[in-house]
T-cell receptor, first 109, second 115 residues
Framework: GQNIDQPTEMTATEGAIVQINCTYQ??????LFWYQQHAGEAPTFLSY????GLEEKGRFSSFLSRSKGYSYLLLKELQMKDSASYLC??????????FGRGTSLIVHP | GAVVSQHPSWVICKSGTSVKIECRSL??????MFWYRQFPKQSLMLMAT?????????EQGVEKDKFLINHASLTLSTLTVTSAHPEDSSFYIC???????????FGPGTRLTVT
């Protein structure tokens, strides 16, 4: 089976940097997704990592270490609108992601 | 990016009735669509994989006779919650991708409340 672990909640200040970690223990591994989900809305795609290393996309970056079963999502220059749930999801042998419970990020002024 | 729509966005129904939720891919064809359920402050749980022209594949613990899935065309999948009960109240989300593609696009979700 798959076990995906991420912190339940984090808080940060507007303009700051925050790192959301995700660890996984899976039988096999294809790739790792990060999604953003605002309350009452569907998730929106942020990133997909297959290879080790850091991928940067504007204010958001995602890192993957396959050997350590570890990923993080880095958010820079935080804005109030970044307050949302961030979902880590892993695909194993296919393209259907298995989701972690999500990290609720609260950005305050 | 690709667009996936859902209808209705929210629905309230009485216990014992059935509710149909539609998932459409608007600008691409999807041979496979996925249905998820999400309870408050919980993760997305995959319910079933909807396959165009064939039977859906249900995840363990999901009753196929209660959650009827029909994928009659390459752009439409429907989920019917039969004999709904209050515990079926949840946020139902579908996703689809253009072919066997790593990125799945989510619909906006349907909030179901059973009274």
């Amino acid at each position: 089976g798959q076990n995906i672990d991420q912190p339940t909640e984090m808080t940060a200040t507007e303009g700051a940097i925050v790192q959301i970690n995700c660890t996984y223990q899976t039988s096999g591994f294809n790739g790792l997704f990060w999604y953003q989900q605002h309350a009452g809305e569907a998730p929106t795609f942020l990133s997909y990592n297959v290879l080790d290393g850091l991928e940067e996309k504007g204010r958001f970056s995602s890192f993957l270490s396959r050997s350590k079963g570890y990923s993080y999502l880095l958010l820079k220059e935080l804005q109030m609108k970044d307050s949302a749930s961030y979902l880590c999801a892993v695909t194993v042998g296919g393209y259907i992601p298995t989701f972690g419970r999500g990290t609720s990020l609260i950005v305050h002024p | 990016g690709a667009v996936v729509s859902q209808h209705p966005s929210w629905v309230i129904c009485k216990s014992g009735t059935s509710v149909k939720i539609e998932c459409r891919s608007l600008d691409f064809q999807a041979t496979t669509m996925f249905w998820y359920r999400q309870f408050p402050k919980q993760s997305l749980m995959l319910m079933a994989t909807s396959n165009e022209g064939s039977k859906a594949t249900y995840e363990q613990g999901v009753e196929k006779d209660k959650f009827l899935i029909n994928h009659a065309s390459l752009t439409l999948s429907t989920l019917t919650v039969t004999s709904a009960h209050p515990e079926d109240s949840s946020f139902y989300i579908c996703s689809a991708g253009p072919g066997i593609h790593y990125e799945q696009y989510f619909g906006p979700g349907t909030r179901l409340t059973v009274t």
